[in-house]
């Protein structure tokens, strides 16, 4: 293949799909389907559930932990198409057998395996929401159960009347205080809009949020859907309505968690070819949308959601990477006495918001304009390289909630250790080296559930950026790692392969523009590696 054409392919398309490039997600198309039924696409949603639900019944990725929102969301959402009061005397056109049985299905992997008893022990992942989401979607599955006792579906006449446990143990008591803080009009953190949806029926019309520019809610098309209500069919003025009418149209019925998601998108687009030696012409535009929305407290993702140190890092990582460095000091709102917060007040800590502090850091003191503040910077570089180090696996791996792959955040933080984390952090950097090299299939790729794409090409770029000359072990796991690479980048439908999403938000996505930049990163890397390779080099010009 061509590398160059591919790359200016990418760059091209972060221009003409301004709004970002990510996967439709099960958890938010059904609740598209509960809260827009009116909505443009409304058979196709309902097509996509039954259509990505597993054959044991659940849908997501093969992990029950994973699992639990999605399902959750799907089988409320053809509960409610059965049983719904407006919808109890037609439905959808699609066969209503067809719904009820998968419903069903769906019923019984919940009940057996994620609510309940039975789930106590179920490990659940830190996606965003989870304890207020999966809650949420118990209750009203619930209120459809209690319906089937006076509005029989066929096919599903055992579950009349049943009741759902809570989901994984959670309680409802978080649920209740956000919901009384929305009722209330109370000053809600502004990424709790990002899930407006749990306010239920209430959250139609609440005077706060209000929509932005781009007419989102939360930069969700749930949260949006939530917000507009039921009788949102013949408000054809709302910008609301236009946002949700336009991701529906950009995505062919499905919707994706977040979106836009264009500062976060370009962002990483950009470092991480420029960080693997890819010559592209940027266009100023894109150089300005990730210098525009800086502010005192950096920048947010896209619009509707709030600034955050991630985003914010990656953007200034990418500007410095571009020759126009801007100064880290947005990222001072974010830091702790020990690390930096993605933002404040979160629960918990992610390595990878920390690896990319330190880059952010590190390669602006590299450009040479630090000034009167670079001690001031470097001392916060040598305190985040510390603690990353501290967080560490025994084996030499590092893990993180934003993303399901401890092969991310070990690359993130290796390749930012390597880079600026001095001397002392390279004992860290060589554990890492060693976990990636034992961690490869056999098939040459790397990965969690099963190889892809996205996680051969972390490990190719570990290895690749955080040595010299690669020693022959090295060069032998990236040669093996070439066709699957390749693989990802020639198929008809841009080489997803049925590749399971991995980024965390309230359901794994898949931000493809960000996944096809890192493979393309690593094939540029295989292309210049010191030494050449100990097999048949890659296909590519």
């Given at each position: 293949m061509d590398l160059n054409n591919a790359v200016g392919e990418l760059i091209a398309g972060l221009v003409t799909r301004q709004w970002g490039q990510v996967t439709p997600s099960v958890y938010e198309t059904g609740r598209l389907v509960t809260f827009a039924p009116w909505l443009t696409g409304h058979e196709r949603r309902l097509g996509f559930l039954l259509e990505t639900q597993r054959p044991d019944g659940a849908w997501g990725v093969p992990d029950d932990g994973y699992a639990l929102v999605p399902t959750l969301s799907a089988v409320e959402a053809l509960l409610g198409e059965l049983t719904g009061e407006a919808r109890r005397d037609?439905?959808?056109g699609l066969h209503r057998a067809w719904l009820a049985h998968s419903a069903e299905r769906g019923l019984r992997a919940i009940r057996l395996r994620m609510c309940g008893p039975a789930a106590a022990s179920l490990d659940l992942p830190d996606l965003p929401a989870i304890e207020l989401i999966a809650p949420a979607l118990t209750e009203r599955i619930n209120v459809s159960l209690a319906r089937l006792r006076d509005r029989p579906v066929p096919g599903l006449a055992g579950w009349a009347g049943c009741e759902l446990g809570p989901p994984a143990g959670l309680s409802r008591k978080k649920l209740d205080f956000v919901r009384a803080l929305f009722a209330a009009g109370a000053d809600v953190p502004q990424k709790l809009v990002h899930a407006l949806?749990?306010?239920?029926?209430?959250?139609?019309?609440?005077?706060?949020?209000?929509?932005?520019?781009?007419?989102?809610?939360g930069a969700a098309p749930a949260a949006t859907a939530a917000w507009l209500g039921a009788d949102a069919a013949d408000d054809l003025e709302n910008p609301a309505r236009w946002y949700l009418e336009t991701v529906v149209a950009q995505h062919g019925g499905p919707v994706p968690c977040g979106f836009p998601l264009t500062v976060f998108e370009r962002g990483w687009v950009i470092a991480w070819l420029v960080r693997a030696g890819v010559r592209c012409a940027v266009p100023p535009e894109i150089v300005l949308s990730l210098t525009a929305p800086l502010g005192p407290a950096g920048t947010p993702a896209a619009e509707g959601l709030p600034a955050d140190a991630d985003t914010t890092a990656g953007a200034l990582y990418a500007l410095a990477l571009l020759g126009a460095p801007h100064r880290p000091d947005p990222l001072y709102a974010y830091e702790t006495d020990t690390h930096f917060c993605t933002w404040q007040g979160e629960e918990g800590a992610s390595i990878t918001t920390n690896a990319h502090v330190l880059e952010a850091?590190?390669?602006?003191?590299?450009?040479?304009?630090?000034?009167?503040?670079?001690?001031?910077?470097?001392?916060?570089?040598?305190?985040?390289?510390?603690w990353l180090r501290e967080q560490q696996a025994p084996d030499g791996s590092w893990s993180d909630r934003w993303h399901a792959s401890p092969l991310y955040a070990t690359a993130c933080s290796a390749i930012a250790l390597a880079r600026f984390g001095g001397p002392e952090s390279a004992a860290a950097v060589g554990a890492a080296r060693r976990w990636v090299l034992e961690a490869q299939r056999p098939d040459g790729s790397w990965g969690r559930w099963g190889g892809t794409s996205e996680e051969t090409a972390y490990a190719v770029q570990l290895l690749l950026l955080t040595g010299a000359v690669p020693a022959p072990a090295v060069r032998d796991a990236v040669d093996r790692a070439v066709p699957r690479l390749l693989r990802s980048l020639t198929g008809a439908d841009g080489g997803d392969f049925g590749e399971p999403a991995l980024w965390h938000d309230k359901d794994l996505y898949r931000p493809s523009a960000i996944v096809r930049a890192g493979v393309l990163a690593a094939l540029q890397l295989v292309r210049t590696m010191p030494g050449g390779g100990s097999g048949t080099r890659p296909m590519f010009d």
């Open positions: 037609g439905g959808s949806e749990i306010a239920g029926d209430d959250a139609a019309g609440l005077p706060w949020p209000t929509p932005e520019p781009t007419g989102t809610i850091f590190g390669e602006y003191l590299a450009a040479g304009r630090p000034g009167a503040q670079a001690s001031r910077y470097a001392a916060t570089a040598t305190k985040v390289a510390g």
